[in-house]
């Protein structure tokens, strides 16, 4: 059984699983990503890549293949897809968890740092997810799932181009599942809130008060969510009880209110 899974702190990540019949949970400290059987990883650091393959090679006896590929790079997905399918390697889970993002006034922030950020989050995502379930649709199986976040559910000054890649992804994923509902494959859409990881640096957001002295869940703890929502078919899953309700909410709240709600959580602790 395959695995193909992304996961971005410091860099992006795809893993895909092909063989063996016990599941593992793996997590790591530069980030999670949950894996059972062969694993094949997709990063643009190589190094951390071969040291993640022993790591997880050696705890869980198992094979793992890296491909070495920044995945903001507009054909890298295809590039993945050809060499996964050159060397004979059957994809059964996708998981798309690549993705990060910005923070600051959309006036100031830098371009390219965005349109890389559209080219991950939303580009590379859909065509991974195209490209191996048409697979899937030959098989009759398989699994996808496409990391949003609890961004998707409204508008979000400061960040304003992540809050809108994470909105493309809970709609586009929430209509393929509902595409593919009848041909034994699910595409579940994990929206997690802030979480303990590398993306608040990456995005340059210590300072805001959505993070800042705040207990924040690990990303171990989300992925072994993301994982079992997928095993069960789920088609969106909000990890914590508290984000559940907040996503929920902006359904019964003016959108006007929403978004200065939001903009206060985003803004700088003073």
């Known amino acids: 059984m395959n695995h193909l899974c992304q996961k971005i702190k410091r860099y992006e990540t795809n893993s895909i699983n092909n063989r063996s019949q ?15 059987g062969d694993l094949v990883l997709v990063a643009r650091n190589k190094a951390k890549l071969d ?7 050696k705890q869980f006896k198992i094979a793992v293949y ?7 790079a507009i054909d890298s997905a295809k590039e993945v897809y050809d060499e996964t399918t050159k060397q004979n390697i059957q994809i059964d889970y996708l998981i798309n968890n690549a993705g990060f993002g910005d923070f600051g006034m959309f006036y100031q922030t830098d371009w390219n740092k965005e349109l890389q950020m559209i080219n991950l989050n939303i580009t ?8 191996y379930l048409q697979d899937m649709i030959k098989r009759r199986s398989g699994r996808i799932m496409n990391v949003a976040s609890t961004a998707a559910f409204q508008s979000g000054p400061t960040m304003a181009v992540y809050y809108a890649t994470k909105a493309y992804v809970l709609s586009f994923s929430e209509a393929v599942d509902n595409e593919v509902s009848d041909k034994g494959i ?27 002295g705040k207990k924040l869940p690990t990303s171990r703890e ?5 994982y ?3 095993m069960k078919g789920k088609t969106v899953a909000i990890h914590g009880f508290m984000n559940y309700i907040m996503a929920n909410s902006v359904r019964f709240t003016p959108r006007a209110l929403v978004v200065k709600i939001t903009r206060q959580i985003q803004d700088k602790a003073k």
């Open 51 to 57: 040291e993640l393959k022993l790591e997880l090679e």
């Open 222 to 226: 989300v992925a072994v969510y993301g």
């Open 66 to 72: 890296v491909i070495a590929k920044d995945l903001s």
């Open 228 to 230: 079992d929502a997928m």
């Open 22 to 36: 016990q599941w593992h949970r793996i997590g790591t400290g530069k980030g999670t990503c949950i894996q059972g």
């Open 124 to 131: 590379t995502l859909t065509l991974f997810t195209k490209l």
């Open 186 to 212: 699910t595409v579940t859409t994990l929206c997690p809130g802030a979480t303990e990881s590398g993306f608040q640096a990456a995005a340059s957001m210590e300072e805001s008060n959505l993070v800042k």
